[in-house]
């Protein structure tokens, strides 16, 4: 555009809208818009690549890009899901110091929510030479691996002898 007689260029407002103002760690917000130099943007809520952390996009105008991310972890007991903090769906169950309760056979007890219904697990027998071992992987599914016995050893209780 021409303004007395010298060339500029048209300033571009920047525009930003985010749908999880608040960061709510369990609302998988959007940003999206355009920055100072008219360039659109739009980021969503994600996980941490190890599934601690939940990152929230904000707008931020004073950032080039027109938005910043941070990454807080999420609430004690959870983990993030698809760019939301959720409960974590399985894992060993702690008494009130943090240590891992033992079921009679002195192993772990794991918890497992699936479908809404929560079960316990510990070391049992698959058969007379391999455990049947509870485990909890990435905090968001209970599975079971199997671990062999010593050589002469026998598996009873969930335990080899
Ligand atoms: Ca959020």
Redesign the pocket.
């Known amino acids: 555009m021409c303004n007395a007689g010298v060339c500029t260029e048209p300033l571009t407002d920047a525009t930003c809208t985010d749908t ?1 103002p608040v ?3 369990h ?3 959007e940003v999206s818009g355009t920055d100072a130099s008219g360039a659109a943007f739009s980021t969503e ?1 994600h996980c941490s690549s190890n599934l601690e952390r ?1 990152c ?1 996009g904000m707008c931020d105008s004073g950032n080039l890009g027109g938005y910043s991310i941070e990454c807080p972890l999420c609430p004690e007991g959870q983990m993030c899901n698809e ?2 903090c959720v409960p974590r769906s399985c894992g060993p169950i702690l008494d009130e110091d943090g240590e891992p309760v033992l079921a009679d056979n002195g192993t772990p007890v794991y918890f497992g929510t699936y479908e809404g219904v929560t079960t316990e697990h510990h070391d049992m027998c698959k058969d007379s030479n391999t455990i049947l071992r509870p485990t909890c992987e990435e905090g968001a599914e209970l599975t079971f691996v199997e671990v062999p016995c010593l050589a002469r050893r026998t598996c009873t209780n969930g335990v080899c002898r």
Do not use: S
Request: no cysteine.
């Open positions: 999880d960061n709510d760690a609302v998988r917000g809520d939940v929230e760019g939301v």
